[in-house]
Structure formats: structure tokens, C-alpha cells
């Protein structure tokens, strides 16, 4: 049908059978690994053992969905999409700005440009919440499980998901919500038959449940069910992640948390310095609003290495970097990040105010993400590739380059 086509810099194929790249929330490679050890996920123990192509690969920084999930369909990181967390901090207007309108974005999605080159484009998503981002300027099917009984013809390309999928609308926090997207996609991919289709899920499960845990591997197996089934359809399925996800927490259970704008309240006096975490959302039950990122915005210009040494010598920080080279080694905008970039270690979280996080709602240990400990995330194709540069940095944001142009169609 269409020729190649050029995304932000990157050239794509079109594609020769359909392509369907999967984002799975809160994948941390073990989760894989361990499903397959426990013979809970055969498709994907196939593809590991050989028939398919297993790369780990680098999510972008900071390791949350919004930026991950629009790495992934714009083929580029946040330093020129412009998404680079759930807030961010407006110095101008004093205020904290959602970042979850495409307003925000600064780049075109991979999505749009072929639904315009004329392939039939289908992105399904877990929570509503990122369906206007991913869906920005693109001619197709687009629809959220949450808010799947509202889809309409002429907003999201598609009427009567709920019938079409034979599940009732899920809970916003349950497994469901991604097993709807699965199952929505398969139907898809058996009637409508896209050329393109972008499946992404929720981390409820994986907030949760440990690697190898029952109620893990269960989630792994419904999604190896649907992966199986993807395949048998003939499509080329590219699986990869928008962040790892650790355990946050003492032997006690209790989150290990550095409240860093009480820190920088009693070192530079009450509300001088702000913090803003960007992985507050309106879905903060399962995590509290904690993870290992921060951002912090000073009261004066010329104290930036002083606090950041400072603020290292905390323990449980990995890393404290100044704006331009936050900017520049974690590929951000520099006018949406703090002063001071702050990253905390694998097992502590990083939080504004004690009395400003509720923890009431972790009924179990704390899960979380967002630092460079859940950098790593799996990049499968279900397909062998040609020999690859052994010195290849993958990113999951490859995940567009791996399927439509290194994949060789099987046969
Ligand atoms: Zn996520």
C-alpha cells in the first residue's frame, strides 16, 4: 500500500502484516521470567526459549507511565515530546499543571502519522487518563477499558465495546482493567483486523504482587492466553514495558520514605523550596503518591550544588542532579523539571509532606517506581530480528523501530 514514513527523525516501514505493540504497566522482566518458571505462560516461555527475539532494554526517566507510554508511540524521549510525568510545576503561574492534555506535547505519535498515511490505527488503554495523549491527532478506533460503556462512533472510532468484549465495565483498581484491554484487542484483531494497534494496561497487579507470586503469575497468564492468541492471528506482537517496579519498603512492611519537603523546609525555612512528585495522579490509592523521583524548585538562584550535595548525603538517594544535567543525561525538558532532580535508591520512596500522603490505602507493603532501579524493562518481539549491534542500547521506546523494521515476517 504506503511507503516508509519519517516520525520525529526516525523512519518507519509500512507494515507487512499487523503490528501490535503491547505496554505492560509495571513489567519488571522477573514477572516474566518468573510466569514462565512456574509454567503459567507458555507463549512467552516460547518466545524466551528462542522463537522470538528478547532484548532487555532502558525505559526514559522518569520511570512513570505518562512519559514512558508517549516515548513508546512518538519514538522519542521526553526532551522533545515534552511529557516528562502526571504534573508539573508552572513557575510562572505559581501552579501545579496536569500534563495529561495534548496540549503538552510537543511531538506527533507514530499512531497518527500512519493513520493518516491511511493504515487503520487502534490504541486501547487501560485507565482514560492517557487515551487523549496516545490518540492525539489520530484517525481510528481509541477507547479506555475505564470508560469503555461511554465510547462513541464519532469520539472514539468504536460503539458497544462492552458488548463487542462480553465483560462488564472493570474497577479502575483491579486486574480486569487490563485483561479488558487484552480481550478488546483480540476481538479487534479477529474482526477489524488494524494494521496498528497499541495495547497498554495498568500496574494494580504489579503495585501489588510480587514476581512469582500467585496472583502475579495469574495476571501473566491471561496475558499469555491473549499473546497466544495474537500470534495465531498473524500479527507481528512487540511486548515491552514503561518502568520496572520494586519493593519499597523494611522488613517491617512500612514504606521506607524520605519526606523531602519537610527536609527542605527546616534546612531553608517553611515553603521556601517546593516539591512536586510527579507521579501524583488521580489514582494514588495503590502507591500513595510515593516513588523514587522528585523534583525540587529553590527559593534562590546559586544554591543548587550546595542542596543537591546536601540532599545526597541523605540515605536512600541514589542520585541529585542539577537541571541542565538532569536534562541532559535523563533526556528531559529542561523548562518542565525542577531545579534539582532527586532519585532515590531500589528501596526507598521519595514524598512531600508526611501529613500530605495518605498511606491508608496500601493495604499491603509498598510496590513503586519511578527511579532508575526500574529503568530495565523487557523489549520481545515475537519474531527473529538480523544480527543486532552487540553494542545496542535498547530503549523501550524502540519498540515502533524493532516491529516495523527488524522484525522478519515468519515463512
Ligand atoms: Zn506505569
Keep these: 500500500m504506503s511507503t516508509d ?9 509500512w507494515m507487512q502484516r499487523p503490528l501490535v505493540v503491547v505496554c505492560v504497566d509495571g513489567c519488571q522482566y522477573e514477572y516474566i521470567t518468573a510466569a514462565v518458571a512456574a509454567g503459567a505462560a507458555p507463549f512467552l516461555g516460547r518466545l524466551l526459549g528462542g522463537a522470538g527475539t ?3 532494554a532502558d525505559c526514559v526517566m522518569p520511570s512513570f507511565t505518562n512519559p514512558n507510554n508517549l516515548s513508546i508511540v512518538t519514538g522519542v524521549p521526553p526532551s522533545v515530546h515534552g511529557i516528562c510525568g502526571n504534573y508539573f510545576f508552572d513557575p510562572e503561574s505559581g501552579e501545579e499543571v496536569m500534563m495529561n492534555d495534548p496540549r503538552h506535547l510537543r511531538a506527533g ?11 487503520k490505527v487502534a490504541v486501547i488503554t487501560a485507565k482514560d487518563k492517557l487515551r487523549k495523549l496516545l490518540g492525539h491527532r489520530m484517525q481510528g478506533i481509541c477507547f479506555s477499558s475505564e470508560k469503555a460503556d461511554q465510547a462513541t462512533l464519532a469520539e472514539n472510532g468504536i460503539e458497544n465495546v462492552l458488548g463487542r468484549v462480553g465483560m462488564p465495565v472493570p474497577s479502575v ?9 487484552f480481550v478488546a484487542g483480540v476481538k479487534l484483531m479477529e474482526r477489524e483486523r488494524p494494521d496498528l494497534m497499541y495495547l497498554s494496561t495498568t500496574d494494580y497487579v504489579q503495585h501489588k504482587a510480587a514476581p512469582g507470586t500467585p496472583a502475579a503469575n495469574d495476571f501473566y497468564a491471561m496475558m499469555d492466553r491473549n499473546l497466544a492468541r495474537l500470534d495465531e492471528l498473524g500479527a507481528t506482537i512487540v511486548l515491552t514495558a514503561d518502568h520496572g517496579m520494586n519493593a519499597k ?29 510527579p507521579i501524583t495522579d488521580p489514582y494514588v490509592v495503590h502507591h500513595g503518591a510515593l516513588g523514587s523521583f522528585a523534583l525540587a524548585y529553590l527559593p534562590a538562584l546559586g544554591i543548587e550544588d550546595a542542596v543537591a550535595e546536601r540532599i545526597a548525603k541523605l540515605p536512600g538517594i541514589e542520585i541529585v542532579l542539577t537541571r541542565a544535567v538532569a536534562a541532559e543525561r535523563f533526556e528531559l525538558p ?6 534539582l532532580v532527586v532519585v532515590s535508591r531500589c528501596d526507598t520512596v521519595i514524598g512531600t509532606s508526611r501529613d500530605r500522603h495518605d498511606l491508608s490505602g496500601l493495604d499491603v507493603p509498598l510496590r513503586s517506581h519511578g527511579g532508575t532501579s526500574e529503568q530495565k524493562v523487557p523489549l520481545l518481539v515475537n519474531r527473529s530480528v538480523g544480527r543486532q549491534p552487540d553494542a545496542r542500547r535498547w530503549r523501550n521506546f524502540d519498540a515502533f523501530d524493532l516491529g516495523l523494521n527488524l522484525a522478519v515476517p515468519p515463512g
Excluded at 529542561?334 to 531545579?339: K, M, N
Aim: aromatic letters at 10%; proline letters at 1%; a negative charge.
Design 54 to 56: 528478547c532484548f532487555m
Design 334 to 339: 529542561a523548562d518542565r523539571i525542577g531545579d
Design 5 to 13: 514514513l519519517t516520525v520525529n527523525g526516525r523512519t518507519y516501514h
Design 109 to 119: 505519535t507514530i499512531l497518527a502519522a500512519f493513520s493518516a498515511a491511511g493504515a
Design 249 to 277: 519498603h523494611g522488613a517491617d512492611g512500612q514504606p521506607i520514605v524520605i519526606y523531602l519537603q519537610d527536609v527542605l523546609d527546616a534546612w531553608l525555612g517553611e515553603g521556601k523550596a517546593r516539591v512536586i512528585l
Design 173 to 181: 483498581y483491579s486486574a480486569a482493567l487490563s485483561e479488558f484491554v
